[in-house]
């Protein structure tokens, strides 16, 4: 079993930067892709970043590509979301998530572990 748990998110403002952390407790952690989503209210939830499990791939949303970074550091089993020019339409709960896949997908229902999400406002 794993457990994800999400940090980082807040209120802040248009043009803002924030940096989501996912601290993961899962065994080999280091074969996981990992990935962000996002589900705003009223909407599905949204792939916006993942990146492979050897750390030399990773694949973004097209409305976040260009201002979002993920990255992991696998000694500290976690996983970074890199926000930067926020804008209101980023406001969402943010959550991770782990795929034990060979590829980066971009489908949640491939996902097997989920954190329980941490809320970004932008405002404006």
């Known amino acids: 079993q794993g457990q994800l748990v999400e940090s980082g998110g807040g209120l802040v403002q248009v043009g803002d930067s924030l940096r989501l952390t996912c601290a993961a407790s899962?065994?080999?952690?280091?074969?996981?892709?990992m990935a962000w989503f996002r589900q705003a209210p009223g909407k599905e939830r949204e792939f916006v970043a993942a990146i492979h499990w050897s750390g030399a791939t990773t694949h973004y949303a097209d409305a976040v590509r260009g201002r979002f970074t993920i990255s992991r550091e696998k000694v500290k089993n976690a996983v970074y979301l890199q926000m930067d020019s926020l804008m209101p339409e980023d406001t969402a709960v943010y959550y991770c998530?782990?795929?034990?896949?060979?590829?980066?997908?971009?489908?949640?229902?491939?996902?097997?572990?989920w954190g329980q999400g941490t809320q970004v406002t932008v405002s404006s």
């Open positions: 899962i065994r080999n952690f280091g074969s996981y892709t």
């Open positions: 998530a782990a795929d034990q896949s060979s590829y980066i997908h971009v489908e949640r229902d491939v996902y097997v572990f």
